[in-house]
C-alpha cells in the first residue's frame, strides 16, 4: 500500500522546524521531500543594510552551533579585499578555536545519534563530555555561544593559557579514543543501527553537491583544510579521514576520527603559536572588490561572497552553509531505505536548519 | 573552457560566459568530476543582474559570470547537477528570476503567497 507522511514543520520529534514529507510503499521508502524556511531570518538581505562592524556580530547568529566559522569566514573575506595582512597569532589563535568549535559540534551529534539509536546515557556521557569543550571555549572567549572572537584583520582575544588548553585538547583526545569510538564503532546495536543504512554513493556525492564528513564518508576526498590551506593549517600535519561505504557507519567513524585530528591540530597550533599582535586596528571599510571565502566548518564547507562598493556597508553578503548544500541529498539517502530509519539517516546527515534557512 | 581565459582572482579562478554557454559549462564541469558550489546573484547599480556559478575542482575554486537584465529566463542547470535545485529556487526567492528547461520552481525560503524578488532594489526589500 503508498502513503505519504507528512511530519513537521513543529513536530515532537524534530529539533528545529522544518517539513519531511515520506511517500511510502509498505514501510519502505520510495521518495522524500523536505521543506524549509520556517527560520527563515533574511540575513543576507540585513548584512546589505548594516556596516561591517555590525555585519560581524550579524554572521555570528547565522548558526547557533559553529557560530565563530561564520564571522571568521566573513572577516576573512574582507580581509581578502582589503589585501590585509593578518598578525601570525591570531591566525593560530583562529586554527584553535575553529578546532574547539568542531570538537564540540561533533560531540554535540554523536549525543543526538546515540539518542537516535537509543542509548540513553551514551547521550547524557557524551553532553557531559562535550562540557570540557564548552569550558576551554570559554576560558578563551569568555562566551560559550557567540565567542565574539573575531574582527577584521584580527581576533580580539588571546590565549592567555595554552598550556591548560592543550591540557584539554589533550584528555578529550584521551576520552574519544579510549571510550567515544570504541563504543561507536564496536557495539552490536549500534553497527547493526547504522551499517548499510542511508548510503549516499560517490556519484551522488558528486551530483548533489555533498560536502564535508558527509562527503568524506562517502569516498569524496576532500578537505579545505589541506587543499586550500588557510589560517596555520598548512604548518600543521593531520590526516583526513575519508569512508567508500557511504553509509550511516561510515559518517559515524569520519566524524569520531575527525575529533581526534582536531586535538592533534590544536595541540600542535598551541605548540608553534608565534608572540606577537592580535590583530592590525580598527578597520571599517575597505575598498570597492569582492572575494570568495571558503572555510571548512564542522559540517563542511561553508561559502561566502563578499561584495564591497568602498563605503562601511557590503553591498552583497552570500551565505552558502553546509547544511544547505548537504540537505537535498538526504533525499537520495532515504529511498529503498524502511521508513524506521528515516529518523537516524537525516540525523546522520548532522542537519542545522536553522543556518540552512539564515 | 580553454585554461588560458580563466583568470586568477577574488580567490578563484574566473571566466566570462554567455547564459548559453552555461549549460555546457555544467555539463563539462560534472565530466571532469568537479562539485557545484553555489549560485549567487547580485544586482549591478544599472539594475542588470550579475550571475555567478561556483564548482569545487580537487580543492580550485571556478566561477563562471554572466550577466542579464530582471526579467531574462535563466538556463537552469538541475537536469545536470540535482544539487543546484535549492540554489535556482533561492535566486527565484531574492531575485524574482526565471529559469528555462525546469518544470516547476517552487519558493525555497518563501512561502507560496509571497512575492519573490525580495532582494531586488526596485521592490524596496523585504516588507
Keep these: 500500500m503508498s502513503y505519504r507522511i507528512p511530519i513537521g514543520p513543529y513536530h515532537v520529534a524534530l529539533d528545529e522546524p522544518y517539513k519531511i514529507e515520506v511517500d511510502c510503499e509498505g514501510e519502505t521508502i520510495t521518495d522524500a521531500h523536505i521543506k524549509v524556511g520556517f527560520n527563515f531570518r533574511g540575513i543576507e538581505w540585513l548584512a546589505q543594510r548594516k556596516n561591517i562592524t555590525r555585519c560581524i556580530a550579524l554572521m555570528e547568529r547565522v548558526c547557533g552551533i559553529c557560530s565563530n566559522v561564520h564571522s571568521m569566514t566573513f572577516c576573512m573575506a574582507l580581509e581578502q579585499i582589503g589585501a590585509i595582512e593578518v598578525p601570525k597569532r591570531a591566525q593560530y589563535i583562529r586554527t584553535v578555536v575553529a578546532e574547539l568549535e568542531r570538537l564540540h559540534s561533533h560531540l554535540l551529534w554523536a549525543g543526538v545519534a546515540a539518542e537516535m539509536i537509543g542509548f540513553q546515557t551514551t547521550f547524557m556521557e557524551v553532553f557531559r563530555f562535550r562540557e570540557r569543550v564548552m569550558d576551554l571555549l570559554e576560558a578563551i572567549s569568555g562566551n560559550r555561544v557567540n565567542y565574539s572572537m573575531n574582527c577584521i584583520g584580527g581576533v580580539n582575544r588571546d590565549i592567555t593559557d595554552p598550556e591548560s588548553v592543550a591540557a584539554g585538547a589533550r584528555n578529550i583526545r584521551d576520552t574519544v579514543n579510549r571510550v567515544l569510538i570504541p563504543v561507536f564503532t564496536t557495539d552490536h546495536t549500534i553497527s547493526a543501527r547504522c551499517r548499510g543504512v542511508g548510503v549516499l554513493s560517490h556519484a551522488d556525492a558528486l551530483r548533489y553537491g555533498a560536502v564535508g564528513p558527509v562527503a568524506r564518508a562517502s569516498g569524496v576526498d576532500t578537505d579545505l583544510r589541506r587543499d586550500c590551506a588557510y589560517l596555520a593549517y598548512d604548518q600543521i600535519d593531520f590526516a583526513v579521514p575519508v569512508r567508500t561505504e557511504g553509509d550511516v557507519l561510515a559518517r559515524v567513524v569520519v566524524r569520531a576520527q575527525e575529533m581526534v585530528e582536531s586535538c592533534n591540530i590544536i595541540e600542535q597550533a598551541l605548540a608553534q603559536m608565534p608572540s606577537g599582535s592580535l590583530n592590525v586596528g580598527d578597520i571599517y571599510a575597505v575598498p570597492p572588490g569582492d572575494a570568495v571565502m571558503r572555510i571548512e566548518a564542522p559540517r563542511g564547507e561553508v561559502f561566502y561572497y563578499v561584495e564591497s562598493d568602498g563605503s562601511d556597508v557590503p553591498s552583497r553578503v552570500k551565505v552558502r552553509t553546509p547544511t544547505f548544500a548537504n540537505i537535498p541529498s538526504v533525499m537520495g539517502m532515504l529511498k529503498g531505505n524502511e521508513f524506521a530509519d528515516m529518523p537516524l539517516i537525516q540525523a546522520a546527515l548532522d542537519p542545522c536548519y536553522s543556518c540552512t534557512d539564515r | ?127
Design chain 2, 1 to 127: 573552457m580553454n585554461s588560458q581565459q580563466w583568470q586568477q582572482r577574488a580567490g578563484g579562478n574566473w571566466i566570462s560566459a554567455s547564459l548559453g554557454e552555461i549549460r555546457l559549462i555544467a555539463q563539462s564541469m560534472l565530466e571532469r568530476g568537479a562539485r557545484f558550489e553555489a549560485f549567487v546573484v547580485t544586482q549591478t547599480k544599472a539594475g542588470d543582474l550579475r550571475l555567478i556559478w561556483h564548482w569545487d575542482l580537487k580543492g580550485k575554486l571556478f566561477s563562471v559570470e554572466s550577466k542579464a537584465a530582471v526579467s531574462t529566463p535563466l538556463p537552469s542547470i538541475v537536469d545536470i547537477y540535482c544539487g543546484a535545485d535549492w540554489a535556482e529556487r533561492e535566486a527565484r526567492d531574492y531575485y524574482g528570476v526565471t529559469f528555462e528547461g525546469r518544470a516547476s520552481i517552487a519558493p525555497l525560503m518563501l512561502r507560496e503567497s509571497d512575492p519573490p524578488g525580495v532582494m531586488l532594489r526596485s521592490k524596496g526589500g523585504l516588507q
